[in-house]
């Protein structure tokens, strides 16, 4: 649905399949527009050197963009020979997020879960479609843990979602798909909770500076699509 057909303050379409996958501890295809991203959690018996003895685990993220998820094919990083500068910054990106709210001291010891996002198509807001995607996949995993007795509860404090605003033109433009983020003046990805509480903002400038007031007109409209998206977390994952 191009911008032609949708307010300059609405999100695109939106789904979340959840358990697509039957090996991974959790999973979910998140569709945003025309964007794709499948996420998985997967659950391992260890954590990072700097966590061992502390008795905490551990959420971290792994992201990439499958060859033809774009116009022009894109090389496998592993036949690359090395990771792209942009994944690793995604990635620790959405791991950074995902850890914001979950209790690390309440995953039954030193284990980790890891979050794999992969795109499977791009058009625009894949790293914020990652996030709010992993975050119901790190759910699933979690509520798996604790039906098997590996958790007493649930470590996740609060639901988190993410989404892209820019200035175009002139215009404020919520959710840009590649055409606007390819031209936009301003481009901010923003990663809040369900309480309104800010995880992260990601702002640059291409051209004209941003006023504090505009920031501040742009996280209200952030804030409401956020609240959106994670009503469709709740909805994906039966949570009231």
């Known amino acids: 649905m191009g911008r032609s057909k949708r307010l300059s303050d609405e999100i695109r379409s939106v789904s979340i399949l959840t358990s697509v996958l039957r090996f991974a501890e959790g999973s979910a295809l998140i569709k945003v527009g025309d964007t794709q991203v499948l996420c998985a959690a997967s659950i391992e018996e260890k954590v990072p050197p700097f966590l061992k003895g502390t008795g905490r685990g551990w959420v971290t993220a792994e992201y990439s963009m499958l060859p033809r998820s774009g116009s022009i094919r894109k ?3 592993s036949m690359a020979g090395r990771r792209d500068g942009r994944s690793i910054e995604i ?14 001291s309440k995953l039954g010891g030193e284990r980790t879960i890891w979050i794999d996002c992969d795109v499977i198509q791009a058009d625009g807001g894949t790293r914020t479609a990652s996030i709010t995607g992993g975050f119901v996949a790190l759910f699933q995993a979690l509520r798996k843990m604790q039906d098997a007795g590996l958790i007493k509860e649930l470590p996740a404090e609060d639901f988190i979602g993410a989404i892209s605003i820019g200035v175009v033109n002139g215009a404020t433009l919520l959710d840009l798909d590649y055409s606007e983020d390819s031209k936009a003046d301003i481009d901010m990805n923003v990663v809040m909770t369900s309480r309104g509480d800010l995880v992260e903002v990601q702002l640059s400038s291409e051209r004209k500076p941003l006023s504090e007031e505009q920031l501040h007109e742009m996280l ?9 998206l ?5 909805d994906a994952l039966n949570v009231l």
């Open 75 to 77: 090389p496998r990083e």
């Open 230 to 234: 994670i009503r469709h977390q709740k």
């Open 91 to 104: 990635q620790r990106q959405i791991g950074r997020a995902l850890r914001s709210t979950i209790n690390l």
């Open 220 to 228: 209200a409209i952030a804030r409401k699509a956020i609240f959106e």
